[in-house]
């Protein structure tokens, strides 16, 4: 179907780039792009499609990231293979927050805000046991090898993330054209109405806690392997739950490309902000904060929402479908 | 003649309030019944003791022979019993089409065939023309109707139907009516709330009065609206009268 | 486990730390009870009334006690506006929009101050910084005093305001019944513009009495405003009495955790109440609604 199609035709016209550029700065904003996406995509399944603003998604990326990391440093597991176990930790982390929260009907701002508290005991603890470094955190050794998921040039690395995107693309594809998608939607727009025609809201917002989690901790363990280092701050810290969720909704919650869109729209503008600025400690984080204000005053449902909107209020005028 | 719904000493109280005190009813199978009375009653508590949505302080609820007493609704609406809100509940960010196919999907897992269905169903409560509206685009006609479809897509046995003519004009309640009397003739069960008597004497077989959470009267239309003590309670003598002229003494 | 002496103190130390809490939870609460939004900047203009407070202290001269005149109207007049022009309109009538906006407000005001002011702790020294009083076996910090006091006495002139003034009475109103107010004439803009002002003045307050025994960065406000909601959660959204008693509560719960397992441990022991209020109690314990 339609979605589908424009989601290969994505990936195949992203993945050429590498092919037809070897140029570091190119590939370096692709792949970060990318990242960017996959937070946004990540967040966007539990918030835009599910309805349930989580403010501490770091909590997910943070798991990912140490359980990435760990499960090469102590347990001399092979990084690819460590991949999908550290998407499973997230997601089982995911599944355990979910679970109390959906458990004692938690919605709204006491969502949002156990989600926060959860990153932060998350992240006092991480600063407090040397299971996980403590303060100073975890270095993965230098391995320039695909082998370790440590490629030498970036084509690697935009490839692998472009995999990792794909597969969010894909999830969120699915959630438009599946039962367990509309029920999700109906469970965002309406709990009680989607109860009495037989949605069960426990299981349909844990599940999505579940994927959100388990994506969100790709980019994580993404995270360690290219930049070999992780700490409490950058696992747990503010900056990754706020990235994702302005990025998802500066897009447009709840659509198929709005993370996209609104990602790869705060990245250009960070780029920017740092070519005409420089180094400005905390510029990019006042950007991510007034843009968030300024989307929700003027365009609450983000650009490609509002674009999604614009297009749908065209055909009903034009009469394209009656 | 089968109970499809059996409600036996039912009560609920929040706090100081009793709003539904030892409520007992049998709903039988392929009726179409009503349950009126003053607002704040208990009515839409009752519907709410019925399909789950609240926890029966004392008493039990079972349908088709099975005990539901405080199973959860979406349970319930897999065993065929749903219902529709009061204040209408639209998912509102989506199409009317979409809608439907909610409870659609409730047995039809795949998303075509819930789309196919959602649009026999439209055709059924008369929104054809209006598939691809937003739900928030409707009028409240509109979405009283949206509602019921929802509600009938998930094919109920017994549809709880919570003053689905309110906030509607004479034009459109005249309209509503052959949609409500359909369902029946589908061969689902329906039990209203409803304060348009009108509607209640067209349509009800049996009628339920309640006021202050008490089960006060019950019977058909006639008898129901010639009890003094509801005329007291609810109906008042003017309304009561009239009633009588129109629809003569039918038993 | 530990000498009874050391045990006071650390209860002492936390019922002045607490009040200060409560101070910075009540004005949470009355945005809270009255605007029924959660206000995620809340912490963050903390942070802003602090580093005015140091400014004034460092640039000026001006001791901390002594700008509470200057400090508390000027945040009272940020609050207003900010509600008035920014989060009122940008609400668009939905509660998740105002959770967004503010969200990103406490974003902005945050990073502004890492821009500005980068990212060094900053403490003052006045006359008093290091003097004590002893109380029964412990001694503790005079700043640390002047706040409890300072604290009790500015929720009772909140609780006088709410209670006994005609702004009282008409923000019991719009809280109660937001529609029947407007219909009486009340002005539920200017109402909810106020409340907010209010509220931030409560941390201009807040801010005055802290400082002399504490310090600024551009983090500070996310430490505090967990802690500020768990005391609104544990409290009962909306309760002022609940909100006094539970930042004394959580001022205690944090000195006796800090003592037992350490400084970043104990801080711990506050999110896991937090959670498990917001699970097993969220109308919390003096709840004046769910």
Redesign the interface.
């Known amino acids: 179907m339609k979605d589908l199609r424009n989601v290969i035709l994505f990936v195949l016209v992203v993945a050429l780039v590498p092919v037809l550029t070897s140029s570091g700065v190119i590939l370096n904003f692709v792949m970060t792009a990318l990242y960017a996406c996959l937070l946004a995509q990540a967040w966007n399944i539990l918030g835009g499609f599910g309805g349930q603003f989580s403010f501490g998604h770091a909590l997910f990326f943070g798991t990912g990231a140490y359980a990435q990391a760990i499960l090469q440093l102590q347990f001399n597991v092979n990084p690819w293979v460590a991949l999908p176990l550290a998407m499973g930790a997230s997601a089982m982390v995911g599944a355990w927050v979910g679970a109390l929260s959906f458990r004692y009907g938690l919605k709204g701002s006491y969502f949002a805000l156990v989600t926060l508290a959860f990153a932060e005991v998350f992240r006092i603890v991480a600063l407090s046991v040397p299971f996980t470094g403590a303060g100073v955190g975890l270095m993965l050794p230098l391995q320039s090898s695909a082998a370790a998921m440590q490629f030498g040039t970036r084509a690697g690395f935009v490839w692998l993330m472009l995999g990792l995107v794909a597969l969010a693309l894909c999830v969120s594809v699915w959630l438009r054209h599946s039962r367990f998608g509309a029920y999700l939607q109906a469970v965002r727009d309406n709990e009680d109405a989607a109860r009495a025609i037989g949605v069960n809201p426990f299981q349909v917002k844990l599940l999505a806690t579940v994927l959100s989690g388990g994506l969100m901790g790709a980019g994580g363990a993404f995270y360690v392997q290219v930049f070999q280092y992780i700490d409490p701050g950058i696992a747990y810290g503010p900056h990754t739950s706020v990235e994702a969720l302005v990025g998802a909704i500066v897009g447009g919650m709840g659509t198929l490309w709005g993370p996209v869109v609104g990602a790869l729209a705060l990245h250009v503008l960070a780029d920017l902000t740092r070519n005409l600025f420089g180094q400005l400690p905390g510029i990019n984080m006042v950007i991510y904060g007034a843009v968030l204000v300024l989307i929700v005053m003027f365009l609450p449902r983000g650009i490609a929402g509002s674009g999604v909107s614009v297009r749908a209020a065209w055909q009903r005028w034009t009469g394209g479908r009656s | 003649m089968t109970a499809l719904l059996q409600v036996q000493g039912v009560s609920k109280s929040f706090g100081g309030l009793r709003a539904v005190q030892d409520v007992s009813l049998t709903v039988t199978q392929g009726s179409l019944t009503a349950l009126i009375g003053p607002n704040g009653a208990g009515k839409t508590t009752l519907f709410a003791l019925m399909s789950g949505f609240l926890r029966p302080d004392q008493g039990n609820v079972s349908f088709a022979g099975q005990d539901i007493t405080g199973q959860a609704p979406h349970l319930n609406a897999a065993l065929g019993l749903t219902r529709t809100f009061q204040i209408v509940q639209p998912f509102a960010a989506q199409t009317v089409r979409e809608n439907i196919a909610v409870g659609a999907h409730l047995h039809l897992p795949q998303r075509a065939l819930a789309l196919a269905r959602a649009e026999e169903v439209a055709l059924q409560v008369g929104l054809s023309s209006q598939l691809d509206k937003l739900a928030s685009d409707l009028t409240v006609a509109g979405r009283k109707r949206l509602e019921m479809a929802r509600a009938l897509a998930a094919r109920p046995k017994l549809l709880l139907l919570d003053e689905v003519l309110a906030g509607l004009n004479p034009q459109e309640i005249a309209e509503m009516i052959p949609v409500v009397r359909n369902l029946v003739a589908q061969g689902v069960t329906v039990l209203m709330i409803e304060h348009v008597m009108q509607a209640v004497m067209n349509l009800a077989e049996h009628v339920w009065v309640l006021a202050q959470g008490k089960l006060i009267a019950e019977g058909t239309p006639s008898q129901v609206t010639q009890n003094a003590q509801v005329i007291e309670a609810y109906l008042g003598h003017g309304t009561a009268a009239r009633l009588r002229a129109q629809h003569g003494d039918k038993p | 486990m530990f000498d009874p002496s050391i045990l006071w103190a650390s209860v002492l130390n936390g019922v002045t730390t607490g009040a200060v809490y409560a101070l910075i939870a009540l004005g949470l609460t009355l945005i809270y009870g009255v605007l029924h939004i959660?206000n995620?900047a809340h912490g963050a203009s903390l942070m802003m009334a602090l580093y005015g407070v140091y400014f004034l202290k460092e640039r000026l001269g001006i001791d901390p006690y002594l700008a509470l005149p200057v400090v508390v109207p000027l945040m009272f007049v940020l609050g207003y506006v900010l509600q008035r022009v920014?989060i009122n309109?940008?609400s668009?009538g939905?509660?998740?929009?105002i959770?967004?906006?503010t969200?990103?407000?406490?974003?902005?005001?945050?990073?502004?101050?890492?821009?500005f002011f980068?990212?060094d702790t900053r403490t003052i020294d006045t006359a008093y910084t290091l003097t004590t009083w002893s109380i029964g076996s412990a001694m503790i910090s005079l700043p640390k005093l002047v706040a409890f006091v300072g604290a009790l006495v500015v929720s009772a002139l909140l609780l006088w305001m709410v209670r006994g003034t005609d702004l009282g009475r008409a923000i019991r109103a719009v809280a109660k019944e937001k529609h029947g107010a407007r219909l009486m004439g009340i002005d539920v803009e200017h109402v909810y513009a106020m409340c907010f002002g209010i509220g931030l003045a409560c941390l201009g307050a807040a801010a005055c009495f802290l400082l002399p025994a504490y310090y600024v960065n551009?983090q500070v406000g996310?430490g505090f405003v967990?802690v500020a909601?768990t005391i609104v959660?544990l409290g009962g959204m909306g309760s002022f009495a609940g909100a006094l008693l539970g930042g004394l509560l959580i001022g205690v719960v944090e000195s006796l955790g800090g003592l037992y397992l350490?400084e970043?441990?104990g801080?711990?022991g506050i999110?896991?109440i937090?959670?498990a209020v917001?699970?097993?109690r969220?109308q919390g314990f003096f709840g004046a609604r769910t």
Request: aromatic fraction near 8%; avoid cysteine.
């Open positions: 959660i995620f920014v309109r940008a668009h939905k509660d998740e929009n959770l967004l906006v969200l990103g407000l406490s974003i902005v005001m945050e990073n502004l101050a890492l821009l980068k990212s551009p996310n967990l909601f959660v350490g970043s441990l801080q711990v999110f896991v937090f959670i917001l699970l097993l969220p």
